[in-house]
T-cell receptor
Framework: DQQVKQNSPSLSVQEGRISILNCDYT??????FLWYKKYPAEGPTFLIS?????DKNEDGRFTVFLNKSAKHLSLHIVPSQPGDSAVYFC??????????????FGKGTHLIIQP | DAGVIQSPRHEVTEMGQEVTLRCKPI?????LFWYRQTMMRGLELLIY????????DSGMPEDRFSAKMPNASFSTLKIQPSEPRDSAVYFC??????????????FGAGSRLTVL
């Protein structure tokens, strides 16, 4: 079963507008949520994270919102730029000693920024 | 630091051959992970090590897959014999969970494996 779900395989947004990428999860034990960005032929790179005790974290143009009751998080990119075109992965982790020290990833959303 | 270094970047081999993928993690990181990316399954965790000790290999698909970490600066993922369904991009990642509460992993560029 997929514990982290990204239901939109792709998203097209005009340059300068807001991009909103969504992610749902099922495991209430997750304590951190992370977003990774991946360009073709490269490995995923860390973008931003949020602790499960927070509901918002902001870093420049990137903001992540967490709604624990809905088990939903979203990544907002404002304004969107051509270099933001990439695949975005949502990921989550359980606390140390929680039985798994890796990250569980969603399948990714391909964001395309149109000029 | 040069980051996580993986080799080879690309490997094309024939079914039945042995494949060895290599990884050099970031110095000082005490966790090392092997992930596989396919279109169907996305990024899936195969195995991970903590302080060079394998902790969880439940993601390894079959006995044909094995991984080792003989020291803190080197790990291998071996497939023997390889099959066409093993074709994927294999990523190595390292992290320092104690310092990074958010469990931030740094990924290598990946090894793209094609088994004919």
């Amino acid at each position: 079963d997929q514990q982290v779900k990204q239901n939109s395989p792709s998203l097209s947004v005009q340059e300068g507008r807001i991009s909103i990428l969504n992610c749902d999860y099922t495991n209430s034990m997750f304590d951190y949520f992370l977003w990774y960005k991946k360009y073709p032929a490269e490995g995923p790179t860390f973008l931003i994270s949020i602790s499960s005790i927070k509901d918002k974290n902001e870093d420049g143009r990137f903001t992540v919102f967490l709604n624990k009751s809905a088990k939903h998080l979203s990544l907002h990119i404002v304004p969107s730029q051509p270099g933001d075109s990439a695949v975005y992965f949502c990921a989550a982790s359980v606390p140390i000693g929680g039985g798994a020290d890796g990250l569980t990833f969603g399948k990714g959303t391909h964001l395309i920024i149109q000029p | 630091d040069a980051g996580v270094i993986q080799s080879p970047r690309h490997e094309v081999t024939e079914m039945g051959q042995e494949v060895t993928l290599r990884c050099k993690p970031i110095s000082g990181h005490d966790y090392l992970f092997w992930y596989r990316q396919t279109m169907m399954r996305g990024l899936e965790l195969l195995i991970y090590f903590n302080n060079n000790v394998p902790i969880d290999d439940s993601g390894m698909p079959e006995d044909r897959f094995s991984a080792k970490m003989p020291n803190a600066s080197f790990s291998t993922l071996k497939i023997q014999p390889s099959e066409p369904r093993d074709s994927a991009v294999y990523f190595c990642a390292s992290g320092d969970r104690a310092k990074s509460g958010a469990n931030v992993l740094t990924f290598g560029a990946g090894s793209r494996l094609t088994v004919l």
